[in-house]
């Protein structure tokens, strides 16, 4: 059978997560491959766990004094990472 309109490759894509509800899965995972970036192997190493609900970055460290140096520097890491993302991933920075 023959389609009379063909889509392209993208907008396949993107009806396929939509139908899938997959949008909120996909953005945590590039906020979290930017966090690591962002945030370098050194403060990686020390993280031992981070997760993104409701625009809330939660981030568990093993270092109080890694933990105290990114408290001063959350403003600047959320602009970061909102500007890698293209939006506004990233409302608040919370960390354990």
């Known amino acids: ?3 009379n309109k063909t889509i392209t490759l993208g ?3 993107n009806d396929l997560i939509k139908e ?5 899965g996909l953005k945590e995972a590039a906020v979290l491959n930017i966090w690591e970036s962002v945030a370098g192997k050194v403060i990686t190493a020390r993280t031992k766990r981070t997760y993104l609900k409701d625009g809330v970055l939660h981030i568990y460290l093993t ?3 890694v933990r105290n140096e990114l408290m001063m520097l959350r403003d600047a890491l959320k602009s970061q990472i909102n500007s890698r993302a293209g ?4 409302r608040e920075i919370v960390l354990h």
């Open 1 to 3: 059978m023959r389609r």
């Open 11 to 13: 907008e396949a894509l």
């Open 20 to 24: 899938y509800k997959l949008a909120s």
């Open 63 to 65: 270092s109080s004094v």
């Open 87 to 90: 939006e506004e991933a990233v």
